[in-house]
């Protein structure tokens, strides 16, 4: 059985800004007002016969939204971000987030932000391709603790009405 949540009536959105280095029109700082739309099959199961909670899903979907939720997000593995004093292949993104600001460089621009501003992804890109292969991973991995019957998780990112990626986590 299939199981369906519809993020705008669901209220799983967040406003965040991003950029996608090297883009021709996204390569700049910019915002979305997304919404997250979750799609999971798997067999009914438990005392109420559920496929799984929906106070569950949304719960862990609306804790993603609002850790994005007004902020930069930043995709700390892409080869185009230079940041000053951390190096992506030993540090931890903790040490990002522990700085009082980030310094970095994309090509030509360089930023200095207060890193409570901003959130540190461990992604190449802050696409909503990316998005939604995170919130799926994340997801799938929180509902497996608790869900032993589930086939997989699938979450669609959007960045607008119309608009949107949809990723696929098997289980």
């Known amino acids: 059985m299939k199981i369906l949540i519809n993020g705008i009536q669901s209220n799983l959105r967040f406003s965040s800004a991003h950029i996608i280095p090297g883009h021709d029109s996204c390569g700049f700082i910019h915002g979305h007002s997304y919404f997250v739309d979750i799609e999971i099959e ?5 005392d109420f016969e559920f496929v799984v909670d929906f106070k569950d899903i949304k719960s862990y979907a609306r804790a993603i939204c609002d850790e994005l939720d007004h902020r930069l997000l930043i995709p700390v593995y892409n080869d185009l971000i ?25 090509q030509d621009k360089g930023y200095s932000i207060p890193s409570v501003d901003c959130i540190f992804l461990p992604l190449p890109f802050t696409s909503a391709e990316e998005l939604s ?15 032993d019957n589930l086939e997989y998780v699938a979450v669609c990112v959007n960045e607008g009405i119309g608009q949107g990626a949809m990723y696929r986590k098997d289980l």
């Open 42 to 46: 798997g067999e009914r199961a438990g």
């Open 82 to 106: 230079e940041f000053k004093d951390f190096d992506k292949n030993k540090g931890s993104i903790f040490d990002l987030k522990n700085n009082k600001s980030v310094y970095f460089k994309i």
């Open 133 to 147: 292969k995170f919130f799926a991973e994340t997801l799938a991995k929180k509902l497996s603790e608790d869900y």
